[in-house]
């Protein structure tokens, strides 16, 4: 086997321009598709992260003007209990403040989460510590020193935003937003409510609206809105654009995969004499076979490879403006397998042709 391998690399660089034109077409159509992939998973899994949400119905909070320096708080503990009247106790409000400690040797990062202890049935007097946030708790990074320290309720993790999110925090009583009032910024406030539990949502949302734009009207801007339909709306020309993309992709792919079958049935011919002599020395169709899959199994997993990272790296460095502002784009390994089965069904198909051509081209009798 180390022989086939050592005879395709040789191969490879005898022919190392038209290998690395393969390569980068094969990486170019690879990084598209594996991008436009991973777009499509973090759409998705936003769709169902809302569909799952009791709490459909959210407030959203804008700085006017995009100003830099906030005047005041856009939302005050006088505020959440104004909208507690309003809705009628039924505002579930979390503020998060990022909180970041350096030491001598090492760097934390955690958020510290205001929340109501009264709707999460939590004791007062006492901060709740995620798994995350032991090592910043244990060399004395405390942002809320006067509370006793717990660790997190494993209720949390079911009923509210999931384990990832608590396993990073610390939560302290809702009461806090008086002292670090200058410390919340407007994009960090999380207010929703479910909208089933009100006989007119339109009215309750207008009402909590008309009291907000009446106490800090001149700085922002507050919107109550339906995130789920507000996804749905928005999301079709998202999903155009990726098909776009995608399609983009499998166009490379097609001329790529047109490319290299040319490309190794020409090589075929230039071969075939040299492969007829192996054969009528004694080697057999498989091994033959074999330095022809190694080849193209090595020229095409090295361009799915680069694709593959590129892609990646597109994933979280590139914003091209497809995707809806506010959703998390991430990497999806199902896109990872998607480019491996590409590679793998075009290597296939590529060796199937070849080993066709070898099967009927009576080598042997040729070289006679």
């Given at each position: 086997?180390?022989?086939?391998?050592?005879?395709?690399?040789?191969?490879?660089?005898?022919?190392?321009?038209?290998?690395?034109?393969?390569?980068?077409?094969?990486?170019?159509?690879?990084?598209?598709?594996?991008?436009?992939?991973?777009?499509?998973?973090?759409?998705?899994?936003?769709?169902?992260?809302?569909?799952?949400?009791?709490?459909?119905?959210?407030?959203?909070?804008?700085?006017?003007?995009?100003?830099?320096?906030?005047?005041?708080p856009?939302?005050?503990?006088?505020?959440?209990?104004?909208?507690?009247?309003?809705t009628g106790?039924?505002?579930?409000?979390?503020?998060?403040?990022?909180?970041?400690?350096?030491?001598?040797?090492?760097?934390?990062?955690?958020?510290l989460?205001?929340?109501?202890?009264?709707?999460?049935?939590?004791?007062?007097?006492?901060?709740?510590?995620?798994?995350?946030?032991?090592?910043?708790?244990?060399?004395?990074?405390?942002?809320?020193?006067?509370?006793?320290?717990?660790?997190?309720?494993?209720?949390?993790?079911?009923?509210?935003?999931?384990?990832?999110?608590?396993?990073?925090?610390?939560?302290?009583?809702?009461?806090?937003?008086?002292?670090?009032a200058?410390?919340?910024?407007?994009?960090?406030?999380?207010?929703?409510?479910?909208?089933?539990?009100?006989?007119?949502?339109?009215?309750?949302?207008?009402?909590?609206?008309?009291?907000?734009r009446?106490?800090?009207?001149?700085?922002?801007?507050?919107?109550?809105?339906?995130?789920?339909?507000e996804?749905?709306?928005?999301?079709?020309?998202?999903?155009?654009?990726?098909?776009?993309?995608?399609?983009?992709?499998?166009?490379?792919?097609?001329?790529f995969?047109?490319?290299?079958?040319?490309?190794?049935?020409?090589?075929?011919e230039?071969?075939?004499r040299?492969y007829?002599?192996?054969?009528?020395?004694?080697?057999?169709?498989?091994?033959?076979?074999?330095?022809?899959f190694?080849?193209?199994?090595?020229?095409?997993?090295a361009?799915?490879?680069?694709?593959?990272?590129?892609?990646?790296?597109?994933?979280y460095?590139?914003?091209?403006?497809?995707?809806?502002?506010?959703?998390?784009?991430?990497?999806?390994?199902?896109?990872?397998g998607?480019?491996?089965a590409?590679?793998?069904?075009?290597?296939?198909?590529v060796?199937?042709?070849?080993?066709?051509?070898?099967?009927?081209?009576?080598?042997?009798?040729?070289?006679q």
């Open positions: 086997m180390e022989y086939v391998v050592r005879k395709a690399i040789r191969m490879l660089y005898w022919n190392r321009w038209i290998s690395l034109l393969m390569v980068g077409e094969m990486a170019l159509c690879m990084s598209v598709l594996v991008y436009s992939a991973n777009l499509s998973a973090s759409l998705k899994a936003e769709e169902m992260r809302l569909e799952g949400q009791e709490m459909d119905m959210a407030l959203e909070i804008l700085e006017k003007n995009n100003r830099e320096v906030r005047d005041e856009s939302l005050t503990l006088r505020d959440y209990k104004e909208l507690q009247e309003i106790g039924k505002t579930f409000l979390l503020v998060e403040i990022p909180q970041f400690f350096v030491d001598a040797e090492t760097f934390y990062e955690f958020s989460v205001l929340a109501d202890y009264e709707i999460l049935g939590l004791e007062e007097g006492c901060s709740y510590w995620g798994a995350e946030t032991e090592e910043a708790l244990a060399v004395g990074m405390n942002p809320v020193p006067g509370l006793l320290v717990r660790q997190m309720p494993k209720q949390f993790f079911e009923e509210y935003l999931g384990r990832s999110y608590w396993e990073n925090c610390v939560v302290a009583p809702i009461a806090y937003m008086e002292e670090m200058g410390e919340i910024a407007p994009g960090f406030i999380y207010a929703v409510w479910d909208s089933a539990e009100f006989p007119d949502a339109d009215r309750v949302s207008g009402q909590v609206e008309e009291y907000l009446k106490e800090h009207g001149e700085q922002y801007v507050y919107r109550v809105y339906l995130p789920e339909a996804l749905r709306n928005n999301s079709e020309k998202v999903k155009v654009s990726i098909r776009v993309l995608s399609h983009g992709g499998i166009l490379i792919l097609a001329v995969f047109v490319g290299i079958l040319s490309i190794f049935q020409l090589l075929f230039r071969r075939k040299g007829g002599i192996c054969l009528a020395c004694g080697a057999s169709h498989k091994q033959i076979l074999a330095e022809i190694t080849e193209a199994a090595l020229m095409n997993l361009g799915t490879a680069i694709g593959v990272l590129a892609g990646w790296i597109a994933t460095g590139l914003d091209v403006g497809i995707m809806i502002g506010g959703i998390k784009v991430q990497g999806s390994f199902a896109a990872a998607i480019a491996l590409a590679c793998a069904g075009v290597t296939a198909v060796v199937l042709v070849v080993y066709v051509k070898l099967a009927r081209g009576k080598l042997v009798e040729q070289i």
